[in-house]
């Protein structure tokens, strides 16, 4: 992946001296927007992950750094405690059913997955894939995090859970290969990071939420929380999605992606609400009211994004940044 194209001052500036040898960076503007923050706070985790073509990667340690990651954490976070009202804590043996009760009530607004599954024509879900494909083909990487930070029945389950994740062993079988073969299939480009230009804000946001709270260690109760959210919430939009791929002429390897979560999830969902949360909450029960704001994050954030999708397509407009108008 190589540094996109810079969206604000902010941008303009890191890329500038990230494309250098490492340095001590000079005082930053503040992003202007949330397009510039996101994109900055994106760069900044990423050194972290699988880096950029052109950054030397001694930059992922440089304290300045980690000084303008800091600043733009601190607004992230003030702007999610803006957004996402902070579920009161509940006693450890409640928590699996406060997030039963937290997804099972939550308003997604605008049905995506229905959406794709029976209207949506083969550009638009194209253009889905092209924003999922920032998360998905680095699948499970963030809440990764997490393993080292627990221990006993919670990192068990979460081991077991991201075992899955990477295919059992299987390089075929890891999810971020399958999610290749469906962008493969609908004619993308599955090299990792490939639409970072194209992406929007709203869609950073979700993935940066992950990786806030998967590199901070007082953040793993968000971070075991917001994986369950996305496992209790999961089965049905992707037995949706796997529908509406095959509508269009997807054969089995693009739809396998989304065959694979149908399944897999319903077994993860249970086992991140009860051994992952449930584990976590017995063992720091100070720590129940972070777990139920993880999955609040999760599921107001994935609403977000959704809403944003769907009200760019009935305005006749691309969700994406500079692209044609899906058909």
Partial sequence: MRLPPARGPLTDLLFDRLARPPATLPDAPGPDGEEDLQLALFACYELHYQGFDEVDDRWEWE????????????????????????????????????????????DDGPSLS????????????????????????????????????????PKAA????????????????????????????????????????????????VTNAMSLFGLHRRLRGALVGHLAAIEMTSSLPNRRYAAGLRRLGGDAAAARFYDEHVQADAVH????AADLCGGFAAAFPALTGDVLYGAACALALERRWAEHVMDSWERGASSLLGQEVPA
Avoid: N
């Fill in 114 to 153: 229905l959406h794709l599954q029976r209207e949506a024509g083969i550009d638009a879900f194209r253009e889905f894939v092209i924003h999922r494909s920032i998360y998905h083909l680095k699948e499970a990487d963030p809440h990764t995090w997490a393993i080292p930070r627990l221990r006993g029945r």
């Fill in 269 to 272: 969902e249970q086992i991140a």
């Fill in 63 to 106: 304290p300045s750094l980690l000084r303008l990651r800091g600043l733009l954490e601190d607004r992230f976070e003030r702007e999610l405690a803006g957004v996402v009202p902070r579920p009161a804590p509940v006693p450890p043996g409640e928590v699996r059913r406060a997030l039963t009760v937290l997804t099972a009530e939550d």
């Fill in 158 to 205: 979460l081991v077991e859970i991201q075992a899955d994740e990477y295919g059992g062993g299987r390089p075929e079988r890891m999810h971020c290969e399958l999610f290749g073969h469906t962008m493969r299939g609908l004619g993308l480009d599955d090299s990792y990071g490939a639409y970072l230009p194209r992406v929007p804000a709203v869609t950073l946001a």
